[in-house]
T-cell receptor, first 110, second 115 residues
Framework: GEDVEQSLFLSVREGDSSVINCTYTDSSSTYLYWYKQEPGAGLQLLTYIFSNMDMKQDQRLTVLLNKKDKHLSLRIADTQTGDSAIYFCAEIISASKIIFGSGTRLSIRP | DGGITQSPKYLFRKEGQNVTLSCEQNLNHDAMYWYRQDPGQGLRLIYYSQIVNDFQKGDIAEGYSVSREKKESFPLTVTSAQKNPTAFYLC??????????????FGPGTRLTVL
């Protein structure tokens, strides 16, 4: 069946790069999204990548897509305390169906 | 400002009571969604609506009901039949599903606690 998997926790030192990984199973996806959720809040779209792209860069964010391995990653350069949040990978299956991963909680240590 | 609002932010309910969560959007989006979020889990789709007066069950619709009488509003009722209703509920909307991408915009969420 359709599934999106992420590791639950990641801890990085302030100023280092964070890399959050995600694997998905459905090869028919059109878009893959990264959402950020701060405590007690809704989800905020960070970036997305179209399934025929390999890489997308947006300021401190770099998304890499390996379609053959069904692997998606989000790299945050120069991680700051404000980046502490839960990051969700999501796969767009159809216009009405999005499969979310379980989220990766990113914590920043000084 | 355009956006999605959910109310209330926190809601407490006694067992056996029905409760309705509000979701309103002024983005002129056709599609609206309700998700449930539990700790350590991703979002699970409860119901979605692509147009007014039409809605479809998601993956975990049992114990929930919705209505879509207006484009801007998609209230969710958590009924007494829902066995484990304590959770964080998120509403989202998106431009008509036939659009180029399906970016969903999320509201701030309602945390429901059953006492």
């Amino acid at each position: 069946g359709e599934d999106v998997e992420q590791s639950l926790f990641l801890s990085v030192r302030e100023g280092d790069s964070s890399v959050i990984n995600c694997t998905y199973t459905d090869s028919s996806s059109t878009y893959l999204y990264w959402y950020k959720q701060e405590p007690g809040a809704g989800l905020q779209l960070l970036t997305y990548i179209f399934s025929n792209m390999d890489m997308k860069q947006d300021q401190r964010l770099t998304v890499l897509l390996n379609k053959k391995d069904k692997h998606l990653s989000l790299r945050i350069a120069d991680t700051q305390t404000g980046d502490s949040a839960i990051y969700f990978c999501a796969e767009i299956i159809s216009a009405s169906k999005i499969i979310f991963g379980s989220g990766t909680r990113l914590s920043i240590r000084p | 400002d355009g956006g999605i609002t959910q109310s209330p932010k926190y809601l407490f309910r006694k067992e056996g009571q029905n409760v309705t969560l509000s979701c309103e959007q002024n983005l002129n989006h056709d599609a609206m969604y309700w998700y449930r979020q539990d700790p350590g889990q991703g979002l699970r789709l409860i119901y979605y609506s692509q147009i007014v007066n039409d809605f479809q069950k998601g993956d975990i619709a049992e114990g929930y009901s919705v209505s879509r009488e207006k484009k801007e509003s998609f209230p969710l009722t958590v009924t007494s039949a829902q066995k484990n209703p304590t959770a964080f509920y998120l509403c989202a909307s998106s431009i008509t599903p036939s659009g180029r991408s399906n970016e969903q915009f999320f509201g701030p969420g309602t945390r429901l606690t059953v006492l």
